[in-house]
């Protein structure tokens, strides 16, 4: 299984390569493993540590109540990740590992930010596929204009179906299965990044190779960081090679 929450990055990355960066005790601290596929490109994958800004809470209990204070902290943090920044694109495997987008961005020239995936069209994307299948369809339908009130519905399992997405509802998460390049694909992606294999996508070749073709297409940056994503999105037009590690 492979999980990532996908960061895109807003330019064009002009050098794809990611060193690693390892000192004894040292912040941020990236381990970082080159994969060469069989079309003759790169992606890495690795672990990463660091430290972030916290707030935390401190309790004080006196004879005349209970004292909370917020006070600002750091934490050091774990994630593990992988990017193809030929194509534009670092996952991360737990939210508190987003401060990689900041540190791999900075070497890089550019901003990386959480993606937004339109999982509505990928859900019709995958009509195309005569044995796809959903497994979960998760929707929200506002319920007055100023989205202040929200309907939420899941389907689970026999219940769920590719053609319940669409319609008056937005659909945030979709489980899905299909056969994808003649292996057995299953998985869920969220309209928040978050896109995760559980079966098909063991080999960091094989994921990337499947968020290059499949997701990238449907994903964009929230509005107020877009600018120009360069090949970020153009996935759908490049014939994509899966390799093993």
């Given amino acids: 299984m492979r999980a990532t929450i996908l960061g895109l990055a807003r330019d064009e990355v002009a050098d794809p390569t990611i060193e690693g960066h390892l000192d004894q005790s040292t912040y941020p601290a990236i381990d970082a493993t080159a994969y060469e596929r069989l079309d003759g490109t790169t992606i890495y994958a690795g672990q990463a540590a660091g430290t972030i800004d916290t707030e935390r809470e401190t309790i004080y209990v006196t004879e ?27 996952g991360v495997n737990r939210s508190d590992g987003d401060w990689l987008f900041n540190t791999v961005g900075a070497t890089k020239g550019t901003l990386i930010e959480r993606a937004e995936i339109d999982v509505d069209g990928f859900a019709e994307y995958l009509s195309d596929y005569p044995n796809a299948n ?14 202040d009130a929200e309907e939420a519905t899941i389907e689970y399992h026999d219940a769920a179906h590719l053609a319940d997405t669409g319609g008056s509802r937005a659909t945030t998460m ?8 003649d292996g057995y694909t299953r998985g869920v992606v969220s309209e928040s990044g978050y896109v995760a294999l559980y079966d098909g996508g063991d080999r960091a070749g094989t994921y990337a190779a499947f968020i290059n073709s499949e997701i990238l297409p449907f994903a964009s940056l929230p509005e107020e960081f877009q600018g120009t ?13 899966a390799d093993g590690e």
Avoid: H
């Fill in 174 to 181: 979709l489980g899905f299965e299909y056969t994808w390049k």
């Fill in 229 to 241: 994503l360069g090949d970020a999105q153009e996935g759908d037009e490049q014939e994509v090679m």
């Fill in 64 to 90: 005349d109540g209970i004292i909370t204070e917020t006070e600002q902290a750091s934490e050091d943090v774990y994630c593990e990740w992988i990017a193809d920044l030929r194509e534009g694109w670092v």
């Fill in 134 to 147: 959903a497994w979960n369809v998760t929707q929200t339908r506002s319920l007055d204009p100023d989205d």
